[in-house]
């Protein structure tokens, strides 16, 4: 079956722009997290959803970091004013629960590159 | 708190020999080990987790991975490597009750013909 997807692959964007990250999870898998990886990094936690709700949002390193998933399915990390150092790759997983049981599923990631 | 550690950036082994990716985790419950790898440019796979039970448990394409108590330990192994397994290779913990593993910084295992 399908995997999870991220839509774009790559974005180049300007200093001070807004972008937004989009994530398909797999269909039926509650749970969605977004994590950010640097180089030579292991994913940095960002976000956890539950459902519609982010029942755990204390990766997200400032408020110009927002994401939703208002369906409980698709998601969308969304940045204000980016900055140079945003850069990186973002990484979407989603899992069949939110367990501690469950592996998580990996999307191939969007390459956000801050000009 | 939960954290993890990958000692080595980078293993290197000849095709056909055994190999070793080393993990080391510090959790204050019951600790939930998980091994994920990662090709360029795509995202991570999983490969096996360490729940309850057997401290050795078998995954994907191969590999296994010991669960020691006593060392803090879940080191990922395969018998006989393949220029394939060339990877960069991710240890992630969960402490009990926690829904947010956090992982390793990586290893990058390069397998030479």
């Known amino acids: 079956g399908a995997g999870v997807s991220q839509t774009p692959s790559n974005k180049v964007t300007e200093k001070g722009k807004y972008v937004e990250l989009r994530c398909d999870p797999i269909?039926?898998?509650?749970?969605l997290y977004w994590y950010r990886q640097s180089l030579g990094q292991g994913p940095e936690f960002l976000i956890y959803?539950?459902?519609?709700?982010?029942?755990?949002d204390s990766g997200l390193p400032n408020d110009r970091f927002f994401a939703v998933r208002p369906e409980g399915s698709v998601s969308t990390l969304k940045i204000q004013r980016t900055e140079r150092g945003d850069s990186a790759v973002y990484l979407c997983?989603?899992?069949?629960?939110?367990?501690?049981?469950?592996?998580?599923?990996f999307g191939p990631g969007t390459r956000l590159t801050v000009t | 708190a939960q954290s993890v550690a990958q000692p080595e950036d980078q293993v290197n082994v000849a095709e056909g020999n055994p190999l070793t990716v080393k993990c080391t985790y510090s959790v204050s419950g019951n600790p939930y080990l998980f091994w994920y790898v990662q090709y360029p440019n795509r995202g991570l796979q999983f490969l096996l987790k360490y729940i309850t039970g057997d401290n050795l448990v078998k995954g994907s394409y191969g590999f296994e991975a010991e669960f020691n108590k006593s060392q803090t330990s879940f080191h990922l192994k395969k018998p006989s490597a393949l220029v394939s397994d060339s990877a960069l290779y991710f240890c992630a913990v969960r402490d009990g009750g926690s829904y947010i593993p956090t992982f390793g910084r990586g290893t990058s295992l390069i397998v030479h013909p």
């Open positions: 997983a989603s899992s069949e629960a939110g367990g501690v049981y469950y592996e998580q599923y």
């Open positions: 269909s039926g898998h509650t749970a």
């Open positions: 959803f539950q459902g519609t709700g982010a029942a755990d």
